[in-house]
């Protein structure tokens, strides 16, 4: 789902069974300091090749997780929907970011051990530059939303013009961020546990 649609493939690399989804802003390329070795991993510009344009095109896409040519042989199911690509849920450079972040008296040492392997210097441990390094680190890997909700930075960057694109309107709020329980739950709990219905307003 992720390749260009209609890619015509000359790279050798990317196959052309793409639905061009999760495409990648500009912006977020660009943020990437250029000699960072995770930008052209996890952003790929097909300007090789030529493809249809989809919803919210860019021209950039999430190189992670790109059907590689020959990357679902073997396959007993859908070949569209089963190339070979791990999941990437926890990380070793998670922990390092994630005791950086909490406060470790390692944290400097951590945040540049990340660092170092992108093949960057070093900047010092604040805040502002963990969630930062966790941006580049983790991009597509579904992290970012919450590491926003739990820094208390989505008020301030869930709006249009910042991590929402440019043509749609950010609609982030306090309220968002607790889910509300499925309905089935608080049937089973007989009523005693209670909706967020804060959720639900605006």
């Not at 994630?98 to 992108?118: C, F, H, I, M, T």
Request: net charge neutral; proline share 4%.
């Amino acid at each position: 789902m992720i390749l260009p649609r209609g890619y015509k493939s000359t790279d050798g690399i990317h196959d052309n069974t793409g639905w061009g989804f999760c495409t990648v802003r500009k912006s977020t390329f660009d943020s990437y300091d250029p000699a960072d070795k995770r930008r052209d991993v996890s952003i790929w510009e097909p300007g090789e090749g030529t493809y249809t344009p989809g919803y919210q095109d860019t021209g950039y896409f999430l190189g992670k997780y790109a059907g590689r040519i020959g990357g679902n042989a073997g396959q007993i199911a859908d070949a569209i929907l089963n190339y070979n690509n791990n999941l990437r849920l926890y990380r070793f450079s998670e922990v390092l970011l994630n005791a950086a972040e909490l406060g470790s008296p390692n944290k400097q040492d951590y945040l540049d051990r990340v660092r170092k392997r992108a093949g960057l210097e070093s900047v010092p441990a604040t805040l502002d530059n963990i969630i930062q390094e966790r941006a580049w680190e983790f991009l597509g890997e579904g992290k970012r939303y919450w590491d926003l909700i739990r820094t208390d930075l989505a008020k301030s960057l869930l709006v249009k013009g910042n991590e929402i694109p440019d043509d749609r309107t950010g609609n982030y709020t306090d309220n968002k961020k607790y889910l509300p329980f499925p309905q089935s739950e608080i049937d089973v709990c007989h009523g005693t546990l209670k909706q967020n219905d804060q959720y639900f307003s605006n």
